[in-house]
């Protein structure tokens, strides 16, 4: 039984009572009645938004988890590939690449964008801990 459903149940029980309404006592009674018959229906309505809210939680949960997997698959198929590493002569800031670019022989700095060209025996491999 929900509360709206003990409230009616109430007020039918204070019917029954056939208490005088025009008595102090029967309008304390009418009183407390009507405030909670109020305080269920706003109950009612609270129940309803967060039913909805969490219907919409978890849509936006799901929605999160396909990005996490898009973005955490990414991220291993990356850390699967060495990445190398060489200072660019124009501007001073290290680059990273991989191997496919290393096979290139060149790429451009994505600083300045001077084009570097390298040797594959010049260039040491990243391992990830800096």
């Known amino acids: ?37 109020e305080i269920a229906l706003e109950l009612e309505d609270l129940t ?7 219907d919409g939680l978890d849509v936006v949960s799901d929605d999160l988890e396909d990005v996490e997997e898009l973005v955490y698959d990414e991220f291993d198929d990356e850390d699967d590939e060495p990445l190398y590493a060489t ?17 290139d022989g060149a790429i451009a700095c994505p600083n300045c964008g001077a084009t570097l060209e390298f040797d594959a025996e010049d ?3 990243d391992d990830g801990d800096e």
């Open 1 to 37: 039984m929900g509360v709206s459903e003990k409230v009616a149940y109430l007020k039918g029980l204070l019917e029954g009572l056939k208490l005088d309404e025009s008595s102090e006592t029967g309008k304390v009674f009418r009183a407390i009645a009507d405030v909670l018959g």
């Open 48 to 54: 309803d938004e967060v039913m909805e809210i969490s």
């Open 123 to 125: 260039l040491g491999v």
């Open 87 to 103: 200072t660019c002569p124009q501007c001073g800031e290290e680059v990273y690449f991989d191997e496919d670019e290393l096979e």
